[in-house]
């Protein structure tokens, strides 16, 4: 059982940065693929960035729409995956989640088998 928390959504403008963060729970954090999803008001719920777990090489996937603008890194030894957000646009404003799974490398959000409560990014124009 994993439990996650995120933190540090909040109101920024255009142009503006923003870094979340996820805590988990549990000792196997290491062996979790960690991803963020967003949600947009009356949107389904999508995929922005993935990292692998624990290895030897560091492997990151970026949905088009974010790529170049956010950074996704864990920091296993603090249980903590974060998403660096920079050059926010307003379409960018949405409910982030982080979510952690043991299927692989993968995008869809059935493939992940928890998630955080949510926090709230809204960007301003």
């Known amino acids: 059982q994993v439990q996650l928390v995120e933190s540090g959504g909040g109101l920024v403008q255009a142009g503006g940065s923003l870094r979340l963060s996820c805590a988990a729970s549990?000792?196997?954090?290491?062996?979790?693929?960690m991803a963020w999803f967003r949600q947009a008001p009356g949107k389904e719920r999508e995929f922005a960035a993935y990292i692998n777990r624990n290895g030897a090489i560091t492997i990151t996937r970026y949905a088009d729409s974010v790529k170049g603008r956010f950074t996704i890194a864990r920091d296993n030894a603090k249980n903590t995956v974060y998403l660096q957000m920079n050059s926010l646009k307003p379409e960018d404003t949405a409910v982030y989640y982080c979510?952690?799974?043991?299927?692989?490398?993968?995008?869809?959000?059935?493939?992940?088998?928890?998630w955080g409560q949510g926090t709230q990014v809204t960007v301003s124009s």
């Open positions: 549990g000792r196997t954090f290491s062996s979790y693929t």
């Open positions: 979510a952690a799974g043991m299927q692989g490398l993968r995008i869809g959000v059935r493939e992940y088998d928890y």
